[in-house]
């Protein structure tokens, strides 16, 4: 059974910094992986999506790296702003036959003014 | 339309009563989602929905959890004797399969049920 674990469960940084959060799964043999927002009291919202077999994706000041076979992803966040506060929740999407998404619990990122 | 919707946006509902939460997927896309979301909690896997496949139920919390995908488009998650514990968001999501492999996950705006 796939299991997705995030650290931090919460960051407070200052703006301006930059930032790293890691997601890490138990089953390697994954399909791609997804990195998602989430504002309080609102639907989620997609970063990225890294294929199996891609290394990284960039859009803008975030970049998502991914180390399939040791089961790990880093998004890192650029220059933080107060917008960028949010949940950050990354999702695999499992192999094989069955392409069921499986969630991390997230990290709750608030970037102080 | 352009994004995933779902209905209604709010339900409250007395313990004991059924409820039914819609969820209209992306046209043209074949995997659907459910997915539930408790108070300060993580997503949890429901159910999904790939194209004509039986269904992967394997989420569900009990019998008394049921979704159903008609025409391969729209779907329906019922809750029966809802009780006070099934109070959370539900949220739906859809992608596709393109020629590129598998695209990203699209959410809807979830469904927020409170049972009192």
């Known amino acids: 059974k796939q299991e997705v674990t995030q650290i931090p469960a919460a960051l407070s940084v200052p703006e301006g910094e930059n930032l790293v959060l890691n997601c890490s799964f138990t089953d390697s043999a994954i399909y791609n992986l997804q990195w998602f927002r989430q504002d309080p009291g609102k639907g989620l919202t997609s970063l990225l999506l890294?294929?199996?077999?891609?290394r990284e994706q960039t859009s803008g000041r975030l970049n998502a790296s991914l180390d399939k076979s040791s089961g790990r992803s880093t998004l890192y966040i650029a220059a933080s702003q107060p917008g960028d506060s949010a949940t950050y929740l990354c999702a695999v999407r499992d192999g094989g036959s069955n392409y069921k998404l499986t969630f991390g619990k997230g990290t709750l990122l608030t970037v102080n003014p | 339309g352009a994004g995933v919707s779902q209905s209604p946006s709010n339900k409250v509902t007395e313990k004991g009563k059924d409820v039914e939460l819609r969820c209209d997927p992306i046209?043209?896309?074949?995997?659907l989602y459910w997915y539930r979301q408790s108070l300060g909690q993580g997503l949890e896997f429901l159910i999904y929905?790939?194209?004509?496949?039986?269904?992967?139920k394997s989420g569900l919390p009990s019998d008394r959890f049921s979704a159903e995908r008609t025409g391969g488009s729209v779907s329906t998650l019922t809750i029966q004797r809802t009780q006070q514990e099934d109070s959370a968001v539900y949220l739906c999501?859809?992608?596709?399969?393109?020629?590129?492999?598998?695209?990203?996950?699209?959410f809807g705006q979830g469904t927020r049920l409170t049972v009192v």
């Open positions: 929905f790939q194209g004509n496949s039986a269904p992967d």
């Open positions: 999501a859809s992608s596709s399969l393109t020629s590129g492999g598998w695209a990203s996950a699209f």
């Open positions: 046209s043209g896309h074949t995997a």
């Open positions: 890294i294929q199996s077999s891609q």
